[in-house]
């Protein structure tokens, strides 16, 4: 082989050498900060991992809100309507946090199925809805009235 293409060959190895390794280091600090959406039902149903970070949401249940007096421990259940999940969260709340209201939960499920928020996010007004609470809910609402209209047996 000529000395020439030799040495240009080994430059465009380095590169590519150097290429891949940047690649690789890149897809690995993306994969650990991807934060996948899981509803009340996938969580309920098992689809959801355990111990890693995860965004939760949909409605606050109506009465389930219970605040620690002695710290700023919350714990409520957030629904789709088809499941429920206990959410626990230590922390202030934001001010639009209410019952009845969209939120997005940001921490992780526990292997006893509860999930540890280290963030809540709640609606900024009241037209928004978060678009994975959004299509979670209408998914839900789905099932719901498929499972209505499975159960209804036709008249004779």
């Given at each position: 082989?000529?000395?020439?293409?030799?040495?240009?060959?080994?430059?465009?190895?380095?590169?590519?050498?150097?290429?891949?390794?940047?690649?690789?280091?890149?897809?690995?600090?993306?994969?650990?900060?991807?934060?996948?959406?899981?509803?009340?039902?996938?969580?309920?149903?098992?689809?959801?991992?355990?111990?890693?970070?995860?965004?939760?949401?949909?409605?606050?249940e109506e009465g389930?809100?219970?605040?620690?007096?002695?710290?700023?421990?919350?714990?409520?259940?957030?629904?789709?309507?088809?499941?429920?999940?206990?959410?626990?969260?230590?922390?202030?709340?934001?001010?639009?946090?209410?019952?009845?209201?969209?939120?997005?939960?940001?921490?992780?499920?526990?292997?006893?199925?509860?999930?540890?928020?280290?963030?809540?996010?709640?609606?900024?007004?009241?037209?928004?809805?978060?678009?994975?609470?959004?299509?979670?809910l209408e998914k839900?609402?789905?099932n719901k009235s498929?499972?209505?209209?499975?159960?209804?047996?036709?008249?004779?």
């Amino acid at each position: 082989m000529h000395p020439i293409r030799k040495k240009r060959l080994t430059i465009v190895l380095f590169l590519l050498a150097g290429l891949s390794i940047a690649v690789a280091l890149t897809t690995y600090a993306l994969r650990q900060n991807i934060n996948l959406f899981y509803d009340p039902s996938q969580i309920s149903a098992g689809e959801a991992p355990v111990d890693v970070r995860i965004r939760a949401g949909g409605m606050v249940e109506e009465g389930s809100v219970r605040r620690d007096p002695e710290t700023l421990k919350v714990e409520f259940l957030v629904t789709d309507f088809n499941a429920s999940v206990p959410v626990e969260y230590v922390g202030i709340l934001p001010d639009l946090f209410a019952e009845g209201q969209g939120i997005v939960a940001m921490g992780r499920l526990n292997n006893k199925g509860r999930f540890v928020a280290d963030q809540v996010l709640a609606k900024h007004d009241e037209n928004y809805m978060p678009p994975e609470v959004a299509d979670a809910l209408e998914k839900a609402a789905q099932n719901k009235s498929e499972a209505a209209a499975g159960s209804v047996a036709p008249a004779t």
